[in-house]
């Protein structure tokens, strides 16, 4: 019993110890979930966010994957700076139209305001000159919307950089940088369907990000596969730097043919706000120590070449043809003060250079593509602010020599053995990519196209060797002049097509000969008007964009339609009775 009153006291006693020594206890773990929740307010570490699980890209910004999140780490001194994002379709349903089409393009800025980074777009469309009264105006108009808000997720060790995450901005409907509004209506598209949305990828380079997405939406009338009741695109986003002082602009004049966008400007002293209209063009500078040398009108290369390089998956036998396209330009910017203006060039091979992608912005590239399209187009991206092309890939799709034999053909067979083939000799069909890799480099520098040229020559001049053989067949490989169908077959030792030609140095000239003595665009002015005046009588300096006017049209040639037409059927009499 005296025991059991022991056993019985000690238990108690015990009992009660415990309870006195867990009390402390347990206050200490209630500090320590105020402290844990201290912590998660406490801005997380470089290290919390970018783990050393990232995968990690380098370039204009530097992107982390890190599992499923995409984080961008922005250096400050890219905040407020101005990028140019251009949205196209990379892939699409069969349908919708070729992949590759552009869909919009804006220029944007990161900035920076308390815990969060803003995506703003800018608008380049309305200007007045900031010492003007009504610049404030203008500004307070423009207003730039905000496309998207990104909290900071931390900074780096040194605070020289932001951190975001970005997989929303790809992932969710943000309708500037998905297919656009206007055509979501053709395909009563409702909505997007996140489940069957995704990042493909995204890649920095030194001065662009190119991000690909997937993106599903729901839509009630498809334009195929209609059982699905959705459409899915792979949407391609690039973000290009844009250069920190713009290039001075070369405002345009309709009588050259050049193409050219337009900015509002409230500054100018007209009763109502005008239109601006300036040339895309490459930045072609004098070097320095060139300057005199180019004031005494020796030829000198510019500050920086045009180069296109031939991508890597174009046949080995079509290269030499498709560069030598590229390099007759060079006479016609002899004519602007320049050689070697432009330049092909193969591009680096993976062992010399593992980086190099015809993705990246400091790289023009005729791409050619395996594809049943037979067509060839030479798009390209410009500065708003002052035309300034970038960046122009040329896509030369395969079946582009289906064309060309097609109309060689049915246009020159009836004078010309070797165009009587099922297939061409190589050298036969390299001279036909030549002319095709000329006429779309032309755009790429900024030449539309000149429906206006051929119509310059006497149909019975196309008949003659000496004057084709010095003249081409138009005074410019900017029409739609391809092949020579007026010459019969007596005619010996013709000309068949156009080359670089009277029109296109001259309009080269216009827009790329640097005038030194204008300290502004405006000043430029006067000499340009006294080029053109230069040459005002002149067909074959004339410009004409297709149209309802008969000496501008595609596919004709010479001066007299009716005429070149007669000639051209004698041809084809002479070509089919052989097709059987
Ligand atoms: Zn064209």
Do not use: C
């Not at 220029?107 to 000159?129: E, G, P, T």
């Not at 997989?167 to 500037?176: E, H, Q, S, Y």
């Not at 708003?384 to 395969?398: A, K, Q």
């Amino acid at each position: 019993m005296k025991n059991y009153t022991i056993y019985s006291l000690l238990f108690v006693f015990l009992f009660s110890f415990q309870i006195n020594a867990q009390s402390p206890a347990k206050k200490d773990s209630d500090d320590d979930s105020k402290e844990k929740s201290k912590e998660a307010k406490k801005p997380k570490s470089y290290e919390d966010i970018i783990t050393k699980d990232a995968v990690t890209d380098h370039g204009l910004f530097d992107i982390h994957k890190v599992k499923e999140k995409y984080y961008y780490e922005i250096n400050d001194s890219l905040l407020g700076r101005e990028m140019l994002m251009v949205t196209r379709i990379a892939k699409t349903a069969s349908g919708i139209g070729f992949g590759g089409g552009k869909q919009n393009t804006q220029v944007l800025r990161w900035h920076k305001k308390d815990q969060n980074i803003l995506l703003r777009v800018v608008s380049h469309s309305v200007v007045a000159n900031d010492s003007l009264p009504i610049s404030e105006a203008v500004l307070n108009s423009n207003f730039e919307p905000i496309l998207y808000s990104f909290k900071i997720e931390t900074v780096n060790r040194d605070s020289t950089s932001t951190v975001i995450e970005v997989t929303k901005l790809f992932t969710d409907d943000v309708k500037p940088l998905g297919y656009p509004q206007s055509r979501r209506k053709s395909y009563k598209i409702t909505s997007l369907d996140s489940k069957r949305s995704f990042i493909e990828s995204l890649k920095s380079y030194p001065q662009n990000i190119e991000s690909r997405h997937v993106k599903t939406y729901n839509s009630s009338e498809p334009p195929s596969n209609a059982s699905v009741g959705a459409i899915s695109l792979e949407i391609n986003n690039s973000m290009i730097l844009l250069p920190k002082v713009p290039m001075r602009r070369r405002y345009s004049d309709q009588r050259v043919g050049w193409f050219d966008r337009s900015q509002v400007d409230y500054g100018l002293d007209n009763q109502e706000s005008k239109s601006l209209k300036y040339l895309d063009r490459w930045r072609l500078e004098v070097k320095d120590e060139d300057l005199e040398r180019f004031n005494n009108g020796e030829l000198v290369i510019p500050k920086k070449q045009i180069v296109y390089y031939i991508d890597r998956a174009t046949p080995v036998k079509w290269r030499q043809f498709i560069k030598d396209g590229i390099e007759d330009w060079q006479v016609a910017f002899e004519a602007a003060g320049f050689k070697e203006a432009i330049i092909a060039k193969d591009p680096p091979t993976k062992e010399e250079d593992p980086d190099w992608s015809p993705e990246d912005i400091r790289y023009s590239v005729v791409r050619y593509l395996a594809s049943p399209i037979p067509n060839a187009n030479g798009p390209h991206v410009s500065d708003p602010r002052s035309g300034e092309i970038l960046e122009s890939d040329i896509n030369w799709y395969h079946n582009v020599m289906t064309l060309l034999r097609n109309w060689f053909f049915v246009q020159t067979a009836a004078i010309n053995d070797e165009a009587r083939g099922v297939a061409f000799k190589d050298e036969v069909m390299g001279r036909l990519i030549r002319f095709v890799s000329s006429h779309e480099v032309g755009h790429t520098l900024g030449l539309p196209h000149n429906m206006g040229s051929s119509s310059a020559y006497p149909v019975d001049s196309l008949r003659s060797a000496t004057f084709t053989d010095k003249f081409g067949t138009a005074p410019s490989i900017m029409d739609y002049a391809r092949f020579n169908y007026i010459a019969q077959p007596e005619d010996k030792g013709v000309a068949l097509m156009p080359n670089i030609g009277v029109y296109d140095k001259y309009a080269i000239k216009w827009g790329y000969r640097p005038i030194l003595s204008a300290e502004k665009a405006e000043d430029e002015k006067a000499v340009l008007d006294k080029w053109i005046l230069n040459n005002q009588n002149s067909l074959l300096h004339r410009f004409g964009s297709a149209g309802i006017d008969p000496s501008s049209q595609t596919e004709d040639l010479g001066n007299d339609a009716v005429k070149a037409g007669e000639y051209g059927i004698k041809n084809l009499k002479r070509i089919v009775p052989n097709l059987i």
